[in-house]
């Protein structure tokens, strides 16, 4: 399995990014697909999150109305779009594959999900 996510950097609040992640090594369309972030010394937080069997998502409070998770299944890749940024949005954002095609343990349960990719890093000031 891998996954590999692109797309972060530095942006002004009240910008936007666009977050990728590229997956391969396995059926990426029957995996629930999602993103967490993390800033040091906190634990990792599910942000959004997109269901395999029936394109269901789900947002942390803090994101919803602004973020917007999205997938393509033939290119095997997963988007975050990421809307009127705050400087608390400020974390490593990761890709996360479930085992589940379902939502699992729940939608944001670390349980559910088994592979994660490297990270990468949005800064908003």
């Known amino acids: 399995v891998q996954l590999v996510e692109s797309g972060g950097g530095s942006v002004q609040a009240g910008g936007s990014l666009r977050l990728s992640c ?12 999602g993103w967490f972030r993390q800033t040091p ?14 394109g269901n ?4 409070d803090s994101v919803k109305g602004r973020f917007t998770i999205s997938r393509d299944n033939a290119k095997k890749r997963l988007f975050l779009d990421m809307n009127s940024l705050k400087p608390e949005d400020t974390a ?13 343990y ?15 890093q949005v800064t908003v000031s």
């Open 41 to 54: 010394g906190k634990e990792r937080e599910g942000v959004a999150t997109i269901n395999a069997d029936d």
């Open 106 to 120: 729940g939608p944001f349960s670390t349980k559910s999900f088994v592979s994660w990719g490297q990270g990468t």
């Open 22 to 33: 590229a997956a391969s090594g396995f059926t990426y369309s029957g995996s629930t697909m």
């Open 57 to 60: 998502t789900a947002y942390a």
């Open 92 to 104: 490593m954002y990761y890709c996360a594959q479930s085992r589940y095609s379902g939502w699992g």
